[in-house]
């Protein structure tokens, strides 16, 4: 594994881009399983007694504020259930406008999370599904751009307006469906799978748990890197 850092400094912490990295990238390498198990190697250790299992990422000596940086458990953990709501939201979106996934033309990703974001790693957890990788598109401050357009142009209000007149929002956790999604998309349940890491089912290519990394049949070859963020860390450890 090769570490970088956002800035060329000491690291301080892990960014959301870079936790999907590193997770992507134990997961090929066999340092995590299809459960999500953090599995023994030279760089899996106890950091302290509430932090039992880790992957160290950066030591005290190595690391920008004399901590140790590390991926525990309950972060892999965290990142399963993130995965599955997402995973399921996008689902029974597409369900629910009677489309496959193969019929979705592009995926715009918006915010500082989407343009550092690595679409190999994100389809690799499964997050996101793995026909869409090369139709994922970032688009950085779709907010802030955007009211920049409707502002400087009458034709971009008009046709913001039009756009918020015709969008229906869907409360998922409302839908009764959504939580049986939501435990297909988190656990082992062996769904049919259409990410491109497959196997011959969900459960061998995805973070569901996180995919069968022992019995893939079929593997892509994955840059295998985390970024670690220098003084902006979204999470202290």
């Known amino acids: 594994l090769v570490c970088k850092v956002i800035g060329d400094g000491k690291p301080t912490g892990i960014c959301g881009s870079g936790l999907i990295d590193i997770i992507a990238g134990l997961l090929e390498a066999g340092v995590i399983d ?6 023994e190697g030279p760089r899996v250790v106890q950091i302290d007694d509430n932090t039992k299992t880790a992957y160290l990422l950066a030591g005290p000596s190595e690391s920008g504020n004399g901590k140790p940086v590390y991926l525990s458990q309950k972060d892999i953990r ?4 993130a995965k599955g709501a997402i995973a399921a939201g996008i689902a029974l979106l597409a369900e629910q406008m009677g489309i496959t996934l193969e019929q979705i033309e592009q995926v715009y990703i918006a915010g500082a ?37 409707a502002l400087l142009n009458n034709e971009e209000l008009e046709r913001a307006e039009r756009l ?19 435990v297909d998309q988190s656990g082992n349940e062996g769904r ?3 990410n491109e890491y497959k196997g011959s089912t969900h459960s061998d290519c995805c973070l569901g748990l996180f995919g069968n990394t022992k019995e893939r049949t079929e593997t892509k070859e994955l ?8 003084g902006r860390a979204d999470k202290d450890n």
């Open 34 to 39: 299809e459960t999500g198990r953090l599995m």
């Open 78 to 81: 965290e990142v399963q259930l």
């Open 113 to 149: 999370f989407g343009n550092y974001m690595d679409p190999a790693g994100a389809c690799r957890i499964g997050m996101l599904p793995g026909i869409l990788k090369d139709r994922i598109i970032p688009v950085g401050n779709a907010a802030g751009e955007g009211a920049k357009l």
């Open 164 to 182: 918020a007149r015709h969008t229906e929002f869907l409360e998922l956790a409302a839908l009764p469906e959504f939580q049986d999604e939501f």
């Open 192 to 194: 049919q799978c259409n």
């Open 223 to 230: 840059t295998q890197y985390y970024v670690m963020d220098n």
